[in-house]
T-cell receptor, first 113, second 112 residues
């Protein structure tokens, strides 16, 4: 049973470009969470999604960031017009019930030049 | 001993000794707490959890203690091994859904 799969593992973008990060939850999991981690800091919650629904996006910046979890395919975290401050590790996690154990992927590390 | 580094506090222990990592949480409404281990370049890995109706829970070589009065959580690792070297985060949850609030982390270094 594969775990939470994230790709790309590393992504380099220039300022102003777009970044798309993908996440496939564990088999049988219907909830996806995105977290951001700056170097030497804890993870910060961004958004919680179920299939075709955003449940809570209270941690998402209001501009340039969006997330989706379509009926088919992986969840996507999209960052438009990236800036240097967007450089971070972005982790996806999934669970089967919203009170169950949360399983994290290995993260996507975004570097903005 | 325990020291505060430039960013993450660091705990240095000798192999075979016991380790205690502490965490202060912020939300008195939180009812679920989790300890995660994060190795360099990897995602957080679940270690142990505890609900607010308990004050102690034991796993294999790990124990979590919860003191709700002072909003304090600790992780005890018995007979620490080199493979335990990592950054340890506590996380709390007072919401519906796994929207966790993570603490700042402690780096554990195990000296052989």
């Amino acid at each position: 049973n594969a775990g939470v799969m994230q790709n790309p593992r590393h992504l380099v973008r220039r300022r102003g470009q777009e970044a798309r990060l993908r996440c496939s939850p564990m088999k049988g999991h219907s909830h996806v969470y995105w977290y951001r981690q700056l170097p030497e800091e804890g993870l910060k919650f961004m958004v919680y999604l179920q299939k075709e629904n955003i449940i809570d996006e209270s941690g998402m910046p209001k501009e340039r960031f969006s997330a989706e979890f379509p009926k088919e395919g992986p969840s996507i975290l999209r960052i438009q017009q990236v800036v240097r401050g967007d450089s971070a590790a972005y982790f996806c996690a999934s669970d089967s019930t919203n009170t169950g154990e949360l399983f994290f992927g290995e993260g996507s590390r975004l570097t903005v030049l | 001993g325990e020291s505060v580094g430039l960013h993450l506090p660091t705990l240095s222990v000798q192999e075979g000794d016991n380790s205690i990592i502490n965490c202060a949480y912020s939300n008195s409404a939180s009812d679920y707490f989790i300890w995660y281990k994060q190795e360099s370049g990897k995602g957080p890995q679940f270690i142990i959890d505890i609900r607010s109706n308990m004050d102690k829970r034991q796993g294999q070589r790990v124990t979590v203690l919860l003191n709700k009065t002072v909003k304090h959580l600790s992780l005890q690792i018995a007979a620490t091994q080199p493979g335990d070297s990592a950054v340890y985060f506590c996380a709390e949850n007072g919401n519906a859904g796994n929207m966790l609030t993570f603490g700042g982390g402690t780096r554990l270094m195990v000296k052989p």
